[in-house]
């Protein structure tokens, strides 16, 4: 490639940009390890997992289990409704699909605030002010971003091979579990990914459907305990931001190769 | 014409349909809850107390109360600069300047950075907060690193640069998708025009500046639109950061709304602003789809 001056100076500004990205971390490290941690940042004299222990256990476990339930619950119906609109999207000439089609490119700029007091009176209304609420809350909203992505993967399924399968005597059940959904495999992993990230992030909505303690996602708890005044557990605290963010940030790894080959469609196709 | 010759679709457009039933649900709900907003705008409808039950019509009472009333206005100005200065500027050339000195380098490098970066896009929005706050606290990390050892007495930058903090923050935390989306952009952008372009005696420069950013320029809209109508409508980070404060400084509408809607309760005027922020993304979604539809 280039001579290796430019390239040299242009990999310490890198690294120098990397330390600076991950520096706030120190803080959270430091102080999750910390059994007598105050909050500073500060070198720990002893280290240990009690805070740990602590962030696992009580409350802050039931509230891990909300997050899961909220985060997996709403992927996972997302994923399902999906998959059963956009095969037939993607192989039917339906009248009005290109009108639908288009709603769907509108309403995913929809921002969620927008539609909030409606979505909240609804609930209210419904009986729906808990953790289901919030499941079909955040899939209403995931919806239309869910739906034309999988559309976009069915659409590179070659029809030829359906049409062999058809041949070789294939029910439409078959043909999609055995053709369709193998080959956009990635494309479903991606599609489960953002919406188990967006839903297991996701602070407004439960923050407003959420009324009882017992209810609160990790999201709502961190933010009532960091909201506190008084004495802060600083400890308790870091180690369960560490324990809240690592599902996201451990599912990514897991799936980066998927990721980064799903990622060029997201933004451009729409 | 695709669909005549396919035996299997044709025979089962019973089973097709009801799959498509519960999207077509959700959507018309979606679709419903948007027009609810609409409606609630001309109310008085409020979360607790008699006019939760009893509302009645304003007019454009509301509406009216955008404009004559302190709030709306500031807050609208306030969310320009957070989205200018942290999507635009921050992320958008942030993230391209990083896709692109990264195509040049080794592999060991590219990950390690591309790890650091994405660390920030995948950490909930809570916790990232949480970071930012300790990290910019009386005690934290650049005044313990740098403001004190320079001799400085230590600065509560949450307090004193409330809106420069948040917006730091904001671009630390979303640079990664502009750097994600930028990145598979120049993978697209095929060698050999590159190549062409070096022969021809190009600096890397005008190989980024005339060759590689007018072919990607769709791409660039796409990310613009995107991260601009995200920022635009961001709550968690700035909510749970400062609350809109100190002194509504950092107040944008996302969370003007929620201080409106649910801490005041005026759920009449929120949704009166939400109309205005669906106009506004409207707005921005329609320049969007004009821009792809221009021939590349």
């Known amino acids: ?270 | 014409m695709k669909n005549q010759a396919n035996p299997w679709l044709t025979s089962n457009l019973f089973v097709l349909g009801l799959g498509l039933l519960p999207a077509a649900i959700l959507i018309g709900a979606l679709l419903y809850f948007t027009a609810w907003a609409f409606a609630f705008s001309f109310t008085d409808l409020a979360l607790v107390g008699r006019k939760s039950v009893e509302w009645s019509w304003v007019g454009l009472q509301n509406f009216e109360r955008l404009f004559t009333r302190r709030g709306f206005l500031e807050s609208l100005w306030t969310t320009v600069i957070f989205v200018f200065f942290s999507a635009i500027v921050g992320q958008s050339v942030l993230g391209f300047l990083l896709a692109a000195l990264l195509r040049g380098t080794q592999s060991t490098i590219r990950s390690v950075v591309e790890v650091c970066i994405m660390l920030g896009w995948l950490l909930p929005d809570i916790v990232a907060a949480f970071l930012w706050s300790a990290t910019t606290s009386q005690t934290g990390l650049i005044n313990q690193l740098i403001i004190v050892p320079l001799g400085f007495p230590p600065i509560n930058f949450i307090n004193e640069y409330a809106l420069p903090i948040v917006t730091i923050a904001n671009i630390w935390k979303g640079t990664a998708w502009s750097y994600l989306l930028f990145s598979a952009a120049l993978d697209s952008v095929s060698r050999e025009v590159v190549e062409a372009a070096k022969v021809d005696g190009a600096t890397p420069f005008q190989r980024i500046w005339l060759v590689q950013l007018p072919i990607i320029r769709p791409h660039i809209a796409t990310n613009m639109l995107f991260i601009t109508i995200w920022t635009f409508t961001y709550f968690p980070l700035i909510f749970a950061m400062t609350g809109g404060g100190p002194g509504g400084q950092t107040q944008v509408l996302a969370v003007f709304l929620y201080n409106q809607s649910f801490s005041r309760g005026n759920l009449g005027f929120g949704s009166a602003i939400s109309v205005a922020m669906l106009i506004i993304v409207g707005l921005l979604s329609l320049v969007y789809l004009r821009m792809l539809r221009e021939p590349k």
């Open chain 1, 1 to 270: 490639m280039d001579s290796t001056g430019p390239s040299r100076t242009a990999a310490i500004a890198l690294a120098f940009m990397a330390v600076i990205w991950i520096s706030p971390f120190s803080w959270l490290i430091l102080n999750a390890f910390n059994p007598l941690s105050t909050g500073q940042l500060e070198i720990p004299r002893a280290v240990g997992l009690d805070n740990f222990a602590l962030a696992v256990s009580g409350n802050a476990g039931r509230q891990f289990i909300n997050s899961m339930l909220i985060a997996a619950g709403t992927a996972t119906l997302s994923v399902i409704v999906g998959i059963s609109a956009a095969y037939p999207l993607s192989r039917l000439r339906i009248p009005g699909r290109n009108a639908f089609l288009w709603t769907l490119v509108l309403l995913r700029m929809l921002p969620s605030a927008g539609v909030l007091v409606p979505l909240y009176f609804a609930a209210q209304r419904s009986g729906l002010l808990n953790q289901l609420g919030v499941i079909i809350a955040l899939t209403v909203l995931n919806l239309p971003f869910t739906l034309l992505l999988l559309k976009n993967f069915f659409d590179t399924v070659p029809i030829e091979l359906e049409e062999a399968a058809y041949v070789e005597g294939a029910s439409l059940l078959q043909i999609v579990t055995k053709i369709v959904l193998p080959m956009s495999r990635a494309g479903i992993a991606v599609v489960w990914f953002y919406s188990f990230t967006g839903a297991w992030n996701e602070f407004l909505l439960p923050l407003i459907f959420a009324r009882v303690q017992d209810a609160f996602p990790m999201s709502v708890g961190l933010y009532a305990a960091f909201g506190q005044q008084g004495a802060i557990n600083y400890g308790f605290l870091t180690a369960f931001s560490i324990i809240y963010a690592a599902p996201a940030v451990g599912v990514y790894f897991l799936l980066r190769r998927n990721m980064n080959t799903g990622f060029a469609g997201v933004g451009v196709k729409g």
